[in-house]
């Protein structure tokens, strides 16, 4: 078994504390302003627009748009950053002139923390429902996008950022021993989701998937390749490089076989979810917000707080 | 990633249409006269019995069979063929002296190359649809066989002539990289049906067949070995003996329960077409016929006419 | 292929029968009686309890049992043993102090040598059934078990032996090359249930499953961690030692979530069972006692019988 236990407190191998303890600025409940992505500009051969958290360049010429997450320090996924992220996968997604998609980080080590714990501690249950609803939508989005996509891993990437990864058509990792990615989701005392579970299934098949998830295991790169949890692990300054050079041949594919061959592998994962969305985000409120499972995550946050002293 | 993928154009690498290109005969509507296989001769040790397009020798000591696929240039599954190898496949099915079966191609350098583009071409909606009837009744007589079958693959499989090597119990390649094998029908622009999706997953499980379908991955037989898709691979002239050898091993298990077993673990995929032939056949049909997807048959079939040329 | 086929009468690779051919004293329809095991002893690190099959070492202090197999000689799962089994397998599951359960053999050689063969030849229908409800019993038992379970595999485990391995959440094997694991039902002329299937497919997947159960695949030990059968594989004197350190790496993740997610994974596997296990015994029965299984099983113990000669 070469897979590597997390350590709680490894400085980037956890959900998307870090980043808010650091973080100076929130602005729970407003949605983000949103900045005009991608509108039509065909006399170019390549845009470039950036909303807060999300900057996304894309090339008219090959079709490939590359999508840098920038919410620092460490891209937690907060219910705002999601919120942006969805909206520019629905732009890219109805945009004829996008076939494929790179999402990578425009942060230092860190590709994303993953769910923001802030969003789950000490919110109200109306809140918690919203945020997990936002949850399912960028899984919803990224799993059943028409696009060829690839996911540039250049740094960390647990829980909530490993599912990011493992929702794209191929996964290339920066090989950098710093650096893990796993759903470590047991080691914080909470459980990742039916469809979290069934799309790491779907990579890394029901064994590993069941050890990797019971354990709370975070892959160094070379383990995550032996695994299958990535595709291909390269030099840290090879990531983006390898990921234009991917995306062109799975683009080289007849498009609509391959769209709907992808539908077809997907759907039924897909489906588990889009009919018992409700009772997920139920679910998840009801469990969030249990006394004992708040106390453990104030632990955590204790824990954290402690390290960094 | 091991795999190889399709180039366009490779010398058999395509679903069939070489072969019919190049074929000078064509019988169109009229089913192949049956010659009289494996009619009860137990005074002699062996039977051999051919049609036009399929030879059989049954050694009666053993109770193995190997048939040769022998439809010139490249067995490529027409109607004609395919009628053929089912008749055959059932008068073998109900002989109680042939309990194992090896599979394999009297044709230079080709296993099978898949299935006949030129009944998917031009051909009327009535006319596909029986088409399509064959090739579902020939992968459920293959994958549901109680014999022993053995894929001696001792030349290119793509496409349809892979997912005859997948049905059988164990494959066997021949050791020479000019040889592939594997589902490249998307890169022909069309689209493996569900039961071709289902029996490469329950042979190199979903997240390889997510990559091979999506990319219409053609591999090279120790590639092939890697990610599973065959099971030994040897030099070409071992083949033929070491299927002998692995047919053998096969029929020392106790047969009743080996069947049992068998049928276990293939009923659910089995099902899951049985229940939906007629909504399959239109299926099929309504894609194939669609307009652009005649174009692009049109288009690749005019790009092999030019590499000949 | 790495997989050592069984041959028959392999010293310990059989299903259980060897131990009921030397075994002198058994007690039909008597039920075991119940020693008191692990009463609160709460004064006491340690608690030891033993019953007349099976032997219990709870430490208190890390709440780690350790389950000793000593049903002379090769620990065949009788009905007496199979209950003896369940009885211990619910004080502990019941015992907040234990969270953990290492199982292992104090039989040289063997773990267990599977479903006792005696139970299945020339019994009535209706001892048959209550035969195989304890089978089902004991797998729903430790498939669901809420302690993190580790088997200690200390000798070769065939069949039954190798289901209850299975079921564990970790398998250590030691490395000794007479040592062999693997579901040999079909040998014997007889077949593994669907959820003996279902638990090896959980386990090493689909392919490998239909080869090891078609062919009765029995494995070395090298063989069995190669394809995903035992997680890992040490010296003889190593297992023990090995099963304790797992264990503990096991226990230190946050019990609640671990336990949740396990029964996450395994859920719709048991479900399967517990809404079928009527039905499921009714099958048994009927195949059980067919005269032609009775035959075969007659025939294997006399193989069995002239080769002890």
Chains 1, 2, 3 share one sequence.
């Not at 937690?76 to 890219?92: A, N, Q, V, W």
């Amino acid at each position: 078994m070469m897979a590597v236990r997390s350590c709680l407190g490894v400085k980037f191998g956890v959900s998307g504390l870090l980043s808010q303890l650091t973080s100076s600025t929130r602005h729970h409940g407003s949605r983000p302003c949103v900045s005009p992505i991608l509108t039509p500009q065909h006399r170019n051969t390549s845009s470039s627009s950036t909303s807060s958290k999300v900057k996304v360049d894309l090339d008219q010429n090959t079709g490939v748009a590359v999508m840098h997450m920038q919410s620092p320090p460490v891209n937690s996924l907060s219910l705002d950053f999601i919120t942006e992220l969805c909206i520019s996968l629905e732009k890219l997604e109805m945009d004829k002139g996008c076939r494929g998609l790179i999402i990578t980080s425009s942060q230092p080590k860190v590709f994303s923390a993953g769910l923001d714990i802030l969003e789950m501690y000490g919110k109200s249950p109306e809140r918690c429902g919203e945020f997990w609803k936002s949850v399912q939508e960028l899984w919803l989005k990224l799993y059943s996008s028409n696009m060829v996509t690839i996911a540039a891993v250049n740094g960390s990437s647990p829980a909530g950022g490993c599912l990011m990864a493992l929702t794209c058509d191929y996964r290339i990792m920066a090989d950098n021993p710093a650096y893990s990615i796993g759903l470590n989701e047991t080691q914080l005392g909470i459980v990742a989701p039916f469809w979290f579970k069934d799309t790491l299934m779907n990579t890394i098949g029901l064994r590993n998937s069941e050890m990797a998830l019971q354990l709370g295991l975070l892959y160094k790169p070379q383990d995550a390749l032996k695994v299958g949890l990535v595709d291909q692990v390269v030099p840290e300054d090879q990531v983006l490089p390898a990921a234009v050079k991917s995306v062109n041949k799975w683009l080289a594919v007849p498009e609509h076989a391959r769209q709907i061959t992808k539908s077809m592998m997907r759907k039924s994962t897909i489906d588990r979810l889009t009919s018992n969305r409700e009772a997920d985000i139920q679910n998840f409120v009801s469990f969030i917000t249990r006394e004992s499972i708040q106390k453990s995550l104030r632990g955590y946050m204790e824990l954290l707080k402690q390290k960094k002293a």
